[in-house]
Nanobody
Framework: VQLQAFGGGSVQTGGSLRLSCAAS????????MGWLRQAPGKEREFVAG????????WYADSVKGRFTISRDNNKNTVDLQMNSLKPEDTAVYYC????????????????WGQGTQLTVSS
């Protein structure tokens, strides 16, 4: 399984950025997909998830209303649109393949790939 996240960068508070992830080596449409993040000195945490085919989404409370996850099962991609960014969103973001709809536990997203760094400056 390969999950390659890209699109990170440096933005100012209040700015927007879109992350993308290209998946290969798995039956993409059979997996719940999600985004996780890990800030310096902190544990990896759940950010957003999306169901296999009907596009239902769920989010961490800290990003609800600001972030939007989407997927394209024809292209095997999953995106994360991030708006109204805050310094506390600074982290390495990982695309992840999951097994359980609605879960916010990172243990239910057992496969992740190389992350992409987001830095939000004040």
């Amino acid at each position: 399984v390969q999950l390659q996240a890209f699109g990170g960068g440096s933005v100012q508070t209040g700015g927007s950025l879109r992350l993308s992830c290209a998946a290969s080596g798995l039956s993409f449409r059979n997996y719940v997909m999600g985004w996780l993040r890990q800030a310096p000195g902190k544990e990896r945490e759940f950010v957003a998830g999306i169901t296999r085919t009907n596009g239902l989404t769920w989010y961490a409370d800290s990003v609800k209303g600001r972030f939007t996850i989407s997927r394209d099962n024809n292209k095997n991609t999953v995106d994360l649109q991030m708006n109204s960014l805050k310094p506390e969103d600074t982290a390495v973001y990982y695309c992840a393949a999951g097994i359980k709809y609605g879960s916010r536990s990172i243990s239910d997203f057992p496969s992740w790939g190389q992350g992409t760094q987001l830095t939000v400056s004040s």
